[in-house]
């Protein structure tokens, strides 16, 4: 097959002269709920059309290597004293796979157990390309089954205003577990 993005001839759906040109994680952070960090490993605009595959089939490609690239690297140099959970935000299953669920199991880590179909959401509204203003009026509604373990990784694909993250993150929260931190692929405040 060829790459996609420099048409090369290629075992995966990017080459590996590619990916470490263009999909090296850097890390960029910010803070929601007035404290919880956010780490992103891309700016938004580096990876736009790789993120808008995750509607298509070859999304579960894309994101597999997106994911190897940054949360596996990221997993594989995380050291914490207690083994800790990993738990991705709404990891339904659409189009054959779940966007989510590939970068939480890339946490897999000697202190790090990712966990599936923790965290849903009672709606199926879609924040994509809506205003600050609509997330706010129309919440996710999050359903936490819990976690046998304290403390909580949360994962998602993008952050964007925030809002998605913060209200999972006070889900969990409001069931006795703390969210150290949050992952994402990339922040769209970065183009």
Known sequence: MK??????????????????????????KRKIVGKIEVISFYRYGEIKKLL????????YYIYSILAKNSFKKFAQNFNYS?????????DNIKNGYSHTAILNKALKSKCIKPEFSSLRANND??????????RVLNPRDFHFKGSGLKDIILVDDIIT????????SQTIQNSN???????????????
Request: hydrophobic share 35%; with cysteine; proline share 1%.
């Open 177 to 191: 577990r703390e969210v150290l931190f949050c992952l994402t692929l990339a922040d769209a405040r970065l183009k």
């Open 3 to 28: 790459c996609l993005l420099c048409e090369s001839l290629s075992l995966e759906h990017i080459c590996s002269s590619c990916q470490k040109t263009f999909l090296s994680p850097s890390i960029y």
């Open 52 to 59: 808008h595959t995750k509607h298509k089939d070859i999304g």
């Open 161 to 168: 205003t925030g809002s998605t993250l913060s209200q999972a």
């Open 82 to 90: 207690d083994t800790l959970s990993s738990i991705a935000i709404d």
């Open 125 to 134: 509204i879609s924040y994509s390309g809506k205003s600050k203003e609509f």
